[in-house]
Structures are given as structure tokens and as C-alpha cells.
């Protein structure tokens, strides 16, 4: 794959929903918007194969050029993410099965069976024929594989029958299968692998072991056929890039496993779906994307208009350009917003884009305009900088997946949250405190590049991830882990040993005994002074562990409830670092009392001084930093620079206190080599 350098700036585009004289007057106007990317096709297999084995690119080909000459490259979408009528039609297995045995609606997307031999054939034809069509095409630079691949459950007999074959190649016997997964349990061992049959929701009075497989399974299945098309491309088309728009905090798909043989990894992001936008959570979105390669990524899909889920709010002024900001500062390198112009039919419109459904220039279109303005200014300064943070966090997603089978109960699971609040309480509190996290998996990664590493929740332990934990903090790293830490072994069992399990040593402790709080129950817990500097009391919810130091010193206490007096949190050395388990989920004041004093420990330092609905992200490289600053509230804020810097969107010198106006965004580089 050729390298693809400089900063992208475009859109998603269907011309194929507008007559051709309008693809002309769209191409001139995205010329003066300043894009140099679209992104084309992925939805239009019916368009470019109305019939089996008749296509039609010409139409394709006309609208490619017309965006050429205007400079715009392309981006083709391999249209499988919606079959066309004649292949359900012809092959109607190819819809999915559902837990009560009823096939997917013919007349959407997504609806289709990964495992299905009739659309892999039919998927590896067009994608064949698309690649052989388009290789030499100078215009286009890349590819994106199908449209947000989801989890998609399918219980149709090809899928039975490739689950079966997946665990027997994952336990190699029945005995393994039956012994490893507890399936004594209910008498339900296995002694035919056709006996096997997927769980089905609900899944609270199954195995979990065999739950998590089968999610384990499905994850791999979506891998695998993404696999297909990458392979089809690379023979013909090696020099095109290759990309696929995730979905940044979905969680159902092993990310890293989709990410890994991709080029760049994309992500759609839809931060207003309502009046309020939680912006920790789009921050850790973008982290997470940008964690999967640990390389800069593309955002596929940036709102640009109201959305069409609940009907939300159309975006305020200023905002459309404050979301790009953040995409760029948080480590994007490619931005194409969706949609060019709102659809006048089918089910997405309402799903607004730059243009209304009239297809005049407004309000919208003159922020977008403004801000490619403006990224021209920043664009030769970001050039090969990297967000590169010191702080990471552990992430598997078989221990999500792990953590929502605790016995769910309308998306809550048994300790009353869902698999993300481990993890996003933490960040939240980082995030106020202009901190950038790395999101690792423990078992592949090195961890010793970061000052810190957080371990949310990481149920699910095997020998790698034990060691790497172990050898990080050895080797001087800082190491702090939320409850239920080390509990099960990898095929989601519960250990033996007393908790944390093999990482008791750790850890220097053990959980004594553990308790649900549920009915927005909440315990007190009180900080040890003399470790931390100064008195910090919070609370803990949903769940509390009785905790017995061996070695490690008491962190916090807990002041009531049926462990009063008791140790909340202990603090270990370990070899040259620090580990540090936290019986309880604790608020924000006590994590942001926490994180200070880690942060001090570590001797890590924020970009800039925390301001109340400020984000400040930097972003690294050989000629140095570059500090964004987002203000997200409607008023000014201020920001205090300590050394001499330019902005680099109205070109001043600055120094000192600074203002930021509302919904506005400053980027400073220093001025001091």
C-alpha cells in the first residue's frame, strides 16, 4: 500500500440519489468547501449489479471523474453491506436467522449471515470485479470493506455448524470442552459435537462458558469474512489503502482483531444525539480508535447535521467545527463528514448532512467552509505528530463481553453497571484533568512505555496477561485495578484461588468477602491521609470487597455499611512500582483526589491547567507539540500559557492568560525550540 501523507478533508457521497446534472454543481461546491476526499458506493450494489452478472460502473466511473477534476480523490465503499433484491430473491438463506427462527427483513442493510456460502460467493464476485475495474484508476487511493460491521447474531444451521467446528478446534476434544466449561454442571457434557446447540438469550440461566464463546465465535465470524474482501483486494490492488468505519464505543467485535489487518483504522462519530453531549465519552471514542493501530486514524462518518435517532437538535454554530477539532487533536489525520446533502427518501431521511434536502449551501456548509480554512493553517504543523500519551488502560474486549453475561438485567449487569463504566468513571476523571489515554491489550502490548495503567474491571485472566501485569509493575510502572480484578480464568470460570487469584502477590492482599449494593446502594470511604496528602472521603456504589492486606498498606476505609472499618483500597509495593486495588466503584471526587496523586507520583503533567468545559489535547512530533484547546461551553474561557506561543489559526503571538470565545477552539505551538 502506498503511503497516503497530508491531512484528508471530504465527504460521504451518493450521487447515484441525485440526477447526473447535479453531480457537477456538487463537485464545484465541495471544490469550494476545500475537500480533497469522498468516499463512494458502499451502498449501491443494486446500482452497480442490477442483475446477476450484468454491471454497471460506468456511472461510477463518470462520477470519479467529475470529482477529479476538481482534485477530490475517492475512497470506494464495497457496497456488500446491503444485498440487492435479486440475491434474496434467489438465495433467501443468505438472511439471518434470529433466536426464534425468524429470517432479517429483505428490505434494509446488515441483514445478512457472515457465514453463509451463497453471499460469500456472490460477496468475493463484486468485490472481485469492483477491484479489477478500478486498480488503475489514479483517482482512487483506497478502500472501505462493508459499513459498521455489528455483532449481527445468527442461529441458521451454517452458523451451528461453523460454532461446532470452532470449539473443536479451540478445546480439541469433548473432554477438554466438557472439563474446561464446567459442563457437569445441569448435566449438560457433551458427548457428540452435533449435540451443541448456540445459547440463546436469555443468557443468565446458561453456561457462561459456552455464552462467551459463542460471542467469542460470532466476533470471529464478522473478522473472517472481512478477511474475505481484504485478501481479494490485496491480490489485485496492493498499492490501495484499506480501511472499515467502526464504531468507537461499540463493543460487541474485537476491535483489535478487526483492526489488525487494516491500513487505517476509520470510526463514525455522532457526538449530538440528544440536547446534552457527554464529551468524555466521544474523547475516550477517539482514544480507543486511535488505540487500535497506536497510529493516527481517519473519522469516516462526521455528524453535519441533526440526527435522525429521537430527532436531535440541529448542531449549534461552532460546533460542526469544534467536533473536527477534536477528531484532529485527538490524533485524526483524515475527517469526512456525513452526509454531502440529506436524502429525500428511505430510511435515513431525516439523517441531515451539509446540504439540506434542497441542496443549497447554508449555514452548515459555511462552518464547514470556515473550518477547512482554518485546517489549512494547522495542517503543515501537525504533519507527523502523534498523540502519545503516558497513561493507558487495559482493554479485552472478551471481558466486556464477559462482564455483561454477570447475570444482565435490562443492560445492567449483576453489579449494576454496564461493561464500560469501569473503565469510563476512571476516564472521566482523567479527561477533567486534560489527560490522554492509550487503551492496551495487556496480553500483546508493551506496557512500559506508560507512567500508569489502569486495569478496569479485567475479570478474565490468563498466564500472558498475568505475567505482563507482573512484569510492568516489577519494572516500575504504576498499576491500579477496580473489583472483581483476576476473578475467572479465560474460559470465563471462576478460580480457585482466593481473590484476586494469581495476581494476589500483586497486589499484597486479599478480597476477604464481596457484596452487591444494589437499589442505589452507597458506602463511605475515606482516603489514608498519610498517603495521599491531604483528606479525601467518596463514595462507592453497586459493589464492596472486604479486603485483607498481606503486605500491601491500607489506601482508603470504608466508614460504613456491613464493612465498616474495614480496608476499601490498598497500595502495594511491587518490585521497583506501585499496585493498587480499589474494593469498590468509586465517584469522581474520590477518583479525581486519586488521579492527582498518581499523576504527582508518576510525575506526569497535563498539557495545560484544567478549565471547567475545556479540552486540551497535545499532540507530538520531531519539530515538537501542538496544544489544542476546545472550549465547549457557550461563554469564553480562559487558559494560562506559561511560555511564549503562536496560534496558529489567527496567527498571533500569544502569552500568558489567553481567551477562547464559546464553542471556539485555539491551537498553540511554542515558539521556544
Given at each position: 500500500?502506498?503511503?497516503?501523507?497530508?491531512?484528508?478533508?471530504?465527504?460521504?457521497?451518493?450521487?447515484?440519489?441525485?440526477?447526473?446534472?447535479?453531480?457537477v454543481k456538487d463537485a464545484d461546491l465541495m471544490a469550494e468547501v476545500?475537500?480533497?476526499?469522498?468516499?463512494?458506493?458502499?451502498?449501491?450494489?443494486?446500482k452497480l449489479e442490477p442483475r446477476e452478472g450484468e454491471y454497471h460502473f460506468e456511472w461510477l466511473d463518470e462520477a470519479i471523474e467529475i470529482l477529479s477534476r476538481r482534485g477530490i480523490k475517492v475512497i470506494i465503499g464495497t457496497p456488500t453491506a446491503a444485498p440487492p433484491p435479486w440475491i434474496i430473491k434467489k438465495h433467501s438463506d443468505i438472511l439471518r436467522l434470529d433466536r426464534n427462527g425468524v429470517r432479517s427483513p429483505a428490505g434494509t442493510r446488515r441483514n445478512y449471515c457472515p457465514n453463509n456460502p451463497?453471499?460469500?460467493?456472490?460477496?468475493?464476485?463484486?468485490?472481485?470485479?469492483?477491484?479489477?475495474?478500478?486498480?488503475?484508476n489514479p483517482n482512487i487511493i483506497g478502500w472501505q470493506i462493508d459499513n459498521e460491521f455489528g455483532i449481527d447474531i445468527c442461529y441458521c444451521d451454517n452458523c451451528v455448524k461453523a460454532f461446532r467446528e470452532w470449539l473443536?478446534?479451540?478445546?480439541?476434544?469433548?473432554?477438554?470442552l466438557n472439563r474446561s466449561c464446567g459442563l457437569i454442571f445441569w448435566s449438560q457434557e457433551y458427548s457428540d459435537w452435533d449435540e451443541i446447540q448456540p445459547p440463546k438469550p436469555p443468557f443468565d440461566m446458561q453456561n457462561p462458558s459456552l455464552c462467551l464463546d459463542w460471542h467469542r465465535f460470532m466476533s470471529d465470524s464478522w473478522i473472517k469474512y472481512q478477511q474475505i474482501q481484504i485478501d481479494i483486494i490485496r491480490r489485485i490492488a496492493p498499492h490501495h489503502l484499506i480501511t472499515h468505519n467502526f464504531?468507537?464505543?461499540y463493543k460487541e467485535l474485537d476491535y483489535f482483531k478487526l483492526a489488525e489487518p487494516l491500513d487505517i483504522v476509520s470510526f463514525d462519530y455522532y457526538p449530538k444525539w440528544g440536547l446534552s453531549i457527554d464529551y468524555a465519552r466521544s474523547a475516550m471514542a477517539h482514544d480507543i480508535m486511535r488505540s487500535l493501530k497506536k497510529k493516527p486514524y481517519w473519522v469516516m462518518e462526521l455528524q453535519s447535521g441533526a440526527i435522525k435517532t429521537h430527532m436531535a437538535p440541529t448542531p449549534k454554530t461552532g460546533e460542526i467545527?469544534?467536533?473536527?477539532?477534536?477528531?484532529?487533536?485527538?490524533?485524526?489525520?483524515?475527517?469526512?463528514?456525513?452526509?454531502?446533502?440529506?436524502?429525500?427518501?428511505?430510511a435515513e431521511e431525516y439523517?441531515?448532512?451539509?446540504?439540506?434536502?434542497?441542496?443549497i449551501p447554508r449555514r452548515r456548509f459555511s462552518e464547514i467552509k470556515k473550518t477547512s480554512e482554518d485546517l489549512k493553517k494547522i495542517a503543515p504543523h501537525i504533519e507527523r505528530t502523534i498523540v502519545k500519551p503516558e497513561i493507558a488502560f487495559t482493554l479485552i474486549y472478551d471481558n466486556l463481553w464477559a462482564w455483561d453475561l454477570e447475570v444482565a438485567y435490562g443492560g445492567r449487569n449483576y453489579y449494576g453497571m454496564g461493561s464500560w463504566e469501569p473503565a469510563l468513571d476512571l476516564y472521566k476523571a482523567l479527561y477533567s484533568r486534560n489527560l490522554a489515554v492509550d487503551f492496551v491489550e495487556p496480553s500483546k502490548e508493551d506496557l512500559s512505555g506508560y507512567r500508569i495503567v489502569f486495569v478496569p474491571s479485567l475479570m478474565l485472566m490468563s498466564r500472558p496477561i498475568e505475567d505482563k501485569l507482573k512484569a510492568y509493575v516489577k519494572g516500575g510502572g504504576i498499576l491500579v485495578a477496580t473489583p472483581r480484578t483476576g476473578a475467572k480464568d479465560w474460559n470465563n470460570v471462576i478460580t480457585e484461588l482466593t481473590l484476586p487469584g494469581v495476581l494476589s502477590d500483586l497486589f499484597g492482599m486479599n478480597v476477604e468477602e464481596y457484596s452487591g449494593l444494589p437499589d442505589n446502594g452507597r458506602v463511605c470511604v475515606e482516603a489514608n491521609e498519610s498517603i495521599l496528602g491531604h483528606r479525601a472521603i467518596g463514595e462507592g456504589r453497586c459493589w464492596a470487597e472486604m479486603l485483607l492486606p498481606r503486605g500491601a498498606g491500607i489506601l482508603a476505609i470504608y466508614r460504613d455499611g456491613i464493612y465498616g472499618g474495614k480496608p476499601a483500597a490498598t497500595i502495594n509495593r511491587y518490585g521497583d512500582g506501585i499496585a493498587i486495588y480499589l474494593g469498590t466503584f468509586l465517584n469522581e471526587a474520590f477518583y479525581m483526589a486519586l488521579i492527582d496523586w498518581l499523576i504527582k507520583t508518576a510525575g506526569i503533567r497535563p498539557a495545560l491547567p484544567p478549565t471547567s468545559g475545556l479540552e486540551v489535547v497535545e499532540r507530538i512530533g520531531p519539530n515538537g507539540k501542538i496544544i489544542f484547546a476546545l472550549n465547549y461551553n457557550e461563554e469564553a474561557a480562559r487558559v494560562f500559557l506559561d511560555e511564549e506561543y503562536q496560534e496558529l489559526i489567527c496567527g498571533e503571538k500569544v502569552k500568558g492568560w489567553v481567551k477562547i470565545g464559546g464553542l471556539d477552539v485555539g491551537v498553540f505551538k511554542p515558539l521556544k525550540k
Open positions: 500500500m502506498s503511503a497516503i501523507s497530508g491531512l484528508k478533508f471530504g465527504v460521504d457521497y451518493y450521487p447515484e440519489h441525485w440526477p447526473k446534472e447535479r453531480w476545500g475537500f480533497n476526499i469522498v468516499r463512494l458506493a458502499e451502498f449501491s450494489w443494486s451463497n453471499y460469500i460467493t456472490h460477496t468475493k464476485r463484486i468485490v472481485e470485479k469492483m477491484v479489477l475495474h478500478f486498480k488503475d473443536r478446534t479451540k478445546y480439541g476434544s469433548l473432554e477438554n464504531m468507537g464505543l467545527r469544534l467536533w473536527t477539532f477534536q477528531s484532529i487533536a485527538r490524533g485524526a489525520d483524515g475527517i469526512l463528514y456525513f452526509r454531502w446533502r440529506s436524502c429525500r427518501f428511505g439523517w441531515h448532512g451539509i446540504l439540506d434536502h434542497d441542496g
